[in-house]
């Protein structure tokens, strides 16, 4: 496999990726934002350290996570063969744990007993909550009050494993007021609490250190894929929202230049509607949330409303690196709609017998999209980032009272 | 060097930008600036001119206007809701640099300072903010979310224009930061007294006081402090150290504890009380 020429070493000392990431915060966050990039510097290249997060991945999380050939769905489809990574077998149901070991690790040995998040769909605070049961940590996870109602399952869920949930009200009530909220404890709690920020965004070392717990994703398709099949894939797809399951598993093939890179954005009703989530296909470059990168905003520069049947995709931003890929060409970044990932939900569950989340189906709605344009030797490698367990009202919701019905038995298409 | 209190009037018209003749003045008098925070847009776009008047009327030396933000991380709830208030009336930065303007049209002494984020600068475009902003007769910039390093050009392109980049400095902010930040400040520096957001409740003055000794052996220009001062009695204790008391919050609520168009006089009314308690500490110091 050939390797691109340049090596590819950022972000900065200051956490820039081109003209993307960076330090936009508030003062009173600098001092932190520093030593939490000193302490990450020490502890990355401290064995001790990597020993452990490995160790928490093994036994608690149920690392390494499989690569699956979905071999059903790719017959049907007559082009590429889709290979699944099955991030959705984690402990918790979806990749966020990995990221969140990584740094309840940090924090521990930082001496930081109080853990914030904040959360969209609930599955970044369920795991938050869970590692902070895990370790013996205080929790409090920001949710915004829009998603605490959609999302009761995970609300109750983070209760269970002992969290706090605080509910949002402020501006849109959604995942950026949630960050906004917990921005704003971490600023008033700096000295003992510990931010565990959910995605490859935020302010830096954050876009860096949350790529580097989730490489673990990617490290394991290199040993993985040539043991399948020989080689390495194709093409590698995976739904971006913040992008932390994207980055995972692009970040280690990124030097492999033979094997592309896709992004898929949640287009939510379609990007004409205006009625979207899709940052890096729609959006200008812009300053938010700590660094700068593309965002959804109106002409004024406020940030605007997103949509996606998708809550983990429901978001304004994106990660820098993204932006900065994007803007190099070295990935590839599309959209899918509500509806075509809705499809591959359903094309999912009954083909693979496999629920996917509703994130992950976007990048399996491009999968099959593009399998079918290219020959059956090709392979798609697809991260399923988490399972849908969490989605079951969503889809319900959508599908009426038919939606655990094959096709056949829904009266509206007799 | 003269020390500033031996300027003449004369020396302080010949000062370029309006902040630094302001604190030259007040330096000259032994008084510490009073500088209210306000919304611009909030409670309306057409109140907020006559809002700035009559805060400037009850005493205020220099007056901070929020420019509203979607996503003000920096901000406790109170100072939250006058954003939402405003941009629920469409107020965008260009509406902002209107009422500015506006303004300008009575008074063209008092400084005025933009206090906001990043992002609806970015959106205008620096250049072109840095351009309409002094056309407008804005004379001092604060933008929570550029810390110095990443503020340079930004800030280049105010100080070309004759106006001030205004930071801030934390009870976190080290030692090595504060000259970094004496480099690139015009205007004065700006101490956030509580590791929190806006309108926060637990100022500790002694705190505040051993710091700002610090702060001074760093930094020359003038340091106004500001998040958590609410009422007269934590504007004297941080006035006898300060040289500027910057109130947001607690004015806030004054806005919008009434019917709209009453929202000057009431502001006007509680800035005063304030005004004259910090008078009261500068005569007893005279």
Not at chain 1, 391 to 405: I, K, P, Q, S
Not at chain 2, 161 to 190: E, H, K
Request: some cysteine; hydrophobic content about 45%.
């Amino acid at each position: 496999m050939q390797m691109a020429d340049v090596p590819y070493a950022l972000p900065d000392e200051r956490g820039h990726f081109g003209p993307y990431g960076g330090v936009f915060v508030a003062e009173t966050l600098i001092h932190a934002l520093d030593e939490l990039r000193e302490q990450y510097a020490r502890y990355r290249a401290d064995p001790e350290f990597v020993a452990e997060f490995e160790y928490e991945l093994k036994h608690y999380v149920g690392r390494p996570s499989p690569v699956y050939h979905a071999s059903r769905w790719s017959e049907r489809l007559g082009g590429a063969q889709l290979y699944f990574k099955r991030e959705d077998l984690n402990h918790t149901g979806a990749h966020k744990i990995n990221n969140c070991i990584g740094q309840a690790l940090l924090a521990r040995r930082m001496g930081k007993r109080r853990i914030i998040a904040e959360t969209g769909a609930g599955q970044h605070g369920v795991a938050a909550a869970t590692v902070a049961a895990r370790f013996g940590m205080q929790c409090v996870v920001y949710m915004g009050s829009e998603d605490v109602s959609r999302q009761a399952q995970n609300v109750f869920r983070m209760k269970l494993l002992g969290a706090e949930l605080v509910p949002v009200e402020s501006g849109s009530k959604t995942l950026k007021d949630a960050l906004n909220e917990a921005m704003r404890d971490w600023v008033t709690h700096v000295e003992d609490t510990f931010y565990i920020i959910g995605t490859v965004a935020g302010p830096h070392p954050y876009p860096m250190m949350v790529r580097d717990f989730q490489t673990v994703i990617g490290r394991e398709c290199l040993t993985q894929m040539p043991e399948m099949i020989g080689r390495q894939p194709d093409a590698i797809i995976a739904c971006v929202g913040g992008g932390s399951n994207a980055i995972g598993i692009f970040h280690p093939y990124i030097p492999y230049d033979r094997v592309r890179l896709i992004g898929v954005e949640a287009a939510g009703d379609g990007i004409a509607t205006g009625r979207h989530a899709a940052s890096l296909t729609a959006g200008r470059p812009g300053v938010l949330h700590g660094n700068r990168t593309y965002l959804l905003q109106d002409a004024n520069g406020q940030i605007t409303e997103t949509h996606s049947v998708s809550a983990g995709l429901d978001y304004p931003g994106v990660g820098p690196e993204h932006a900065w890929l994007k803007d190099t060409g070295r990935a590839e970044y599309v959209t899918v709609t509500d509806d075509e990932a809705l499809a591959a939900f359903h094309d999912c569950c009954r083909i693979e017998g496999i629920i996917p989340a509703l994130e992950s189906c976007h990048a399996l709605a491009h999968a099959a999209r593009l399998a079918v344009t290219l020959p059956r030797d090709k392979v798609l490698l697809v991260n399923l980032s988490g399972r849908g367990d969490k989605d079951m009202n969503t889809v319900a919701e959508r599908a009426g009272l038919h939606f655990y019905c094959r096709p056949a038995c829904d009266p509206s298409r007799r | 060097m003269r020390s500033i209190a031996a300027l003449g009037q004369a020396d302080i018209q010949a000062l370029a930008n309006r902040i630094d003749a302001t604190f030259a003045t007040l330096r000259a008098a032994g008084r510490t600036a009073l500088i209210p925070y306000v919304t611009a847009g909030d409670p309306s776009p057409a109140v907020t001119p006559l809002l700035l008047h009559a805060l400037v009327g009850a005493g205020a030396d220099v007056l901070e206007l929020g420019v509203p933000f979607s996503d003000p991380m920096a901000d406790g709830p109170v100072i939250q809701r006058a954003s939402e208030r405003a941009l629920a009336q469409g107020v965008g930065l260009r509406d902002v640099l209107t009422i500015v303007a506006a303004f300008r049209q009575r008074d063209s002494t008092t400084p005025i300072v933009l206090m906001g984020y990043a992002n609806p600068i970015e959106a205008m475009g620096a250049e072109a903010f840095a351009e309409r902003a002094k056309s407008a007769g804005v004379d001092g910039v604060i933008v929570v979310d550029y810390p110095p390093e990443e503020a340079r050009e930004f800030a280049a392109l105010l100080v070309e224009r004759g106006l001030a980049p205004i930071f801030l400095l934390s009870p976190t902010t080290p030692t090595a930061r504060m000259s970094l930040v004496a480099d690139m400040a015009r205007g004065y520096v700006y101490y956030v007294s509580l590791k929190g957001v806006t309108g926060a409740g637990h100022l500790d003055t002694a705190a505040v006081a051993a710091r700002l000794a610090e702060i001074r052996r760093h930094v020359s220009l003038p340091v106004g402090v500001g998040f958590g001062i609410r009422d007269a009695a934590s504007a004297q204790a941080i006035a006898a150290h300060a040289d500027a008391v910057v109130i947001g919050s607690r004015i806030i609520e004054e806005i919008e504890g009434g019917p709209a168009d009453e929202a000057p006089a009431r502001a006007a009314a509680w800035l005063a009380t304030i005004r004259a308690a910090m008078d009261e500490v500068a005569k007893r110091a005279a």
